[in-house]
């Protein structure tokens, strides 16, 4: 008799390209977990935690981008990056506090 051949889960890799234009957005200049019910359903992380997360998987490939290069010439600083480098410093990250 063959054997059933196990299937296996295919993790995809998180690419700038599967990742909607606002949520590029909010990675460039900003983002806060929902407020209530209203925001809760039309936002796509819940947590920074989940916010985070999706940063770090595309961080390389976002940083690389044209516009976000551009910006980081004008001086104007990337959100998501600003918070990523906290972290890694070890500073408490002002905004988690508030929310």
């Not at 909010?26 to 796509?44: T, Y």
């Not at 600083?77 to 905004?95: H, S």
Request: glycine share 4%.
């Amino acid at each position: 008799m063959p054997r059933k051949k196990k299937l296996e889960k295919v993790r995809r890799k998180l690419t700038l390209d599967a990742l909607p234009i606002p949520a590029l957005l909010d990675f460039l200049v900003g983002w806060c977990p929902p407020r209530n019910e209203f925001e809760r359903g039309r936002s796509r992380w819940q947590t920074w935690a989940e916010f985070d997360a999706e940063y770090l998987a595309v961080r390389d490939e976002f940083l690389q981008h044209e516009w976000v290069q551009n910006s980081i010439v004008r001086g104007q600083p990337v959100f998501a990056e600003e918070r990523f480098l906290a972290k890694q410093r070890g500073e408490a990250v002002a905004i988690d506090a508030q929310s």
